[in-house]
């Protein structure tokens, strides 16, 4: 089977149609007005390893992600190899991380490192990441990545190196980390279903009921947001019973979601990705409607500036600027957060430096570099958004 069929079995395992697979030659848009200057530098975007190819598909109704290797936190070409996420060469296992784990990290140094006495034995690596769907930081400078095709939870260092594996988990989508917990989004289960970080089961959050929780959030007070994206819907849950708190369905009832396909907190506000409709729509953590950011456009027009073709995923910086992720034009752009203002973008198509194909995912890393599942290159491409492009 090819993997062009692969990608559209899973496309139709997850009930959704894709009419075009792959990323839309990038026309150039007007410029900037002058009224929103571009506050980027014009630099050229920076991008980890290339090489492999992608299984191209998508979940949740846009194009997936799928991870490369990374070794050791040095950038390379090739697929997964070396140990990580990211790396060079070909296809290899990966070397699970021994004792010492993720560094000290986290707000303030107070989050100790992940796996400071070791790896627990039930998170050992062995599997090959395959087919990583969505991305989520972790405690202590690491990352969580989903892998809807192999079934597990990759956690890596910021740099890509693998640290473990939680395996067994049913098609993930969405990841979150929070409280010791890692939560993810199973189709198969049609819930949320928490872990420990020593890989124990400890509860299903609205289990049967979430046929596709696409994305996941948790705020500061402990709420967790869910894009259920075929019930057009972004459920508010306590973490710690699991209790249906708030359903939201759209700015108002004139305006409802379409597919809400991802989920991301910011200076105490909330904003979803609603994919088909293009809007970024933006609430307060009381689940009151704010404001809304873009709107859709069809493939192949120029003026893309703060519209999009297919919007993906969002990540925050908590400086005010939003990170909007479009699937098939392969680019981040970068907004700003209170008015939607354009003020630059990164990447373009294709598999070398500063591209990308088929991305799912990006949330910004650790150490500051915004990281995107990059299925169609087999990699976690990573970008630095001060390098964003006018």
Known sequence: ???????????????????????????????????????????????????????????????????????????????????????????????????????QGGAGGAEPALF?????????????????????????????????????????????????????????????????????????SRAVDVYSTSGDELMSIDAGNLSMPNDLAIDAS?????AESSANEVRVYDTGSGVLLDVLAGSDAANPFVFPSAVAIGDGELFVADQGTGRIVVFDLGGNFRREIGERIEAFQSDWHGR?????????????????????????QVLDAADGAYLGHLGAQGSGDGEI???????????????????????VSRFDPQAAEP
Request: with cysteine.
């Open 357 to 379: 194909y088929l991305p799912l995912d990006v949330e910004l890393a650790p150490d500051g570099m915004l990281a995107i599942t990059d299925s169609g290159n087999v990699r």
């Open 222 to 226: 402990g709420r967790l947001y869910v």
């Open 116 to 188: 400071g006495d070791g790896v627990p034995e039930g998170l050992q690596v062995e599997h090959v990441p395959q087919y990583p769907t969505r991305i989520a930081r972790g405690p202590g400078a690491t990352l969580f990545v989903s892998d809807f095709e192999v079934g597990s939870i990759f956690i890596s260092d910021a740099a890509g190196a693998l640290l473990g594996e939680l395996k067994n988990v049913g098609e993930p989508l969405g990841v979150a980390v929070a409280g010791g917990r890692i939560y993810v989004g199973s189709r198969a």
């Open 1 to 103: 089977m090819s993997r062009t069929t692969h990608a559209m079995s899973l496309l139709a395992l997850a009930g959704v149609a894709l009419l075009a697979i792959g990323c839309e030659p990038l026309t150039a848009a007007p410029e900037t007005s002058a009224g929103h200057p571009s506050t980027m530098s014009p630099t050229k975007a920076v991008s980890r390893p290339h090489g492999a190819t992608g299984r191209g598909a998508a979940n949740g109704g846009s194009d997936s992600g799928a991870a490369g290797a990374h070794s050791g936190g040095q950038s390379a070409s090739g697929g997964v190899g070396d140990g990580g996420l990211g790396g060079a060469g070909g296809a290899t296992e990966p070397e699970p991380a021994g004792a010492g784990g993720a560094p």
């Open 308 to 332: 999009f073709v297919r919007l993906q995923s969002l990540a925050t910086d908590g400086a005010g600027h939003v990170f909007a992720l479009d699937s098939r034009l392969c680019v981040v």
